[in-house]
């Protein structure tokens, strides 16, 4: 296939270009900063790069906790390796971002750009299917995703790919979602490459169901808000100590949080200043939230 032929493949898949983590419009959101969330993020790269039959990761945390902050991370670390095969951030209300009609589609656009052989047989795949778009989830991850990704050929050293999915709870339809966990879980069929899936979102019951369903042979989850106390105290030391650090600081997403964070603090609202809300965004329970933000 040509390369015009290909293009023209690839633009029958409907793509949502804002959902990757490095698109545009995120470009104020910030990564992890230095010293932060140190072990988990090793426990992280340690599943990723390791052997682990479990395909998926689960983070989940309730609100506030940094997931995105961490699937972000996550995703700059991979795709520095040229390792991350897609991201997804899912967002309520963000149009196409906030449903999973898209979600395929998208992943293959971003996956075909990592490789020609890659690009190769997801364009076939859409030669093959020209209304993928406009099937089911079901089969547009059996035609667009894992069929290409299984006869990939060309990967001797075996490493792995990481796709990064932030935010399920956020992806409106709860069917979807538990259709969504449960194709992606079969990656693990994979022979050829080892396709790691890390994904956020907060502990809500439809995703727990999901989870449960695949198993805890398919898929390992880390509960960010029962994160030890000391690890939480380790990480606000390095949010309040320097000056220097907290000039780095992105605020935007800061407001997001305020309220819910109010009413679980009971801490007055003229002294929650946007520092005691990056405090209160790592802390675990209402407990340590009260002692991280009265130290600031
Ligand atoms: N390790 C960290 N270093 C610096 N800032 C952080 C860190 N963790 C969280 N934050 C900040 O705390 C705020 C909340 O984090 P984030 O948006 O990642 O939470 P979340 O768990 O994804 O919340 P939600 O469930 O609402 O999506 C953000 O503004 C983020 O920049
Ligand atoms: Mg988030």
Not at 171 to 187: F, G, H, P, S, Y
Request: hydrophobic share 40%.
């Amino acid at each position: 296939m040509s390369f015009a032929e290909q293009e023209r493949c690839l633009s029958k898949l409907s793509n949502i270009p804002q959902v990757a983590f490095n698109s545009f419009n995120k470009r104020h959101d910030s990564i992890c900063l230095p010293e932060t969330r140190v072990e988990l993020l090793q426990e992280i790269a340690t599943w990723a790069d390791g052997l682990d039959e479990r395909c998926i990761f689960w983070l989940n945390g309730l609100a506030g906790t940094g997931k995105s902050t961490i699937a972000r991370t996550i995703a700059r670390k991979y795709y520095e390796q040229r390792r991350l095969g897609a991201s997804f951030f899912f967002s309520r209300g963000g149009g196409d971002a906030g449903h999973a009609g898209k979600f395929f589609t998208s992943i293959a656009v971003q996956l075909a750009s990592k490789s020609p052989s890659l690009k190769q047989r997801i364009c076939e795949a859409v030669a093959d299917h020209s209304d993928i778009s406009s099937q089911s989830l079901c089969d547009q991850w059996h035609h667009l995703v894992l069929g290409p990704l299984s006869q990939l050929n060309d990967n001797p050293s075996q490493s792995s790919l990481v796709l990064v999915v932030d935010a399920l709870d956020e992806c409106e339809n709860e069917l979807d979602i538990r259709t969504v966990v449960q194709l992606l879980a079969e990656a693990q069929s994979l022979r050829n490459l080892r396709l790691r899936v890390f994904m956020t979102s907060r502990p809500e019951i439809p995703i727990r169901h999901g989870f449960y369903q695949i198993g805890e042979t398919g898929h390992r989850d880390f509960v960010l808000h029962n994160i030890s106390s000391t690890v939480v105290d380790h990480d606000s030391s390095f949010l309040a100590r320097p000056r220097r650090c907290m000039n780095d600081f992105r605020f935007e997403g800061a407001s997001k949080h305020t309220t819910s964070l109010h009413a679980a603090t009971s801490i007055p609202s003229s002294r929650t200043s946007v520092a005691m809300i990056r405090f209160l965004c790592l802390a675990r329970n209402s407990v340590s939230v009260s002692r991280c933000a009265f130290r600031v």
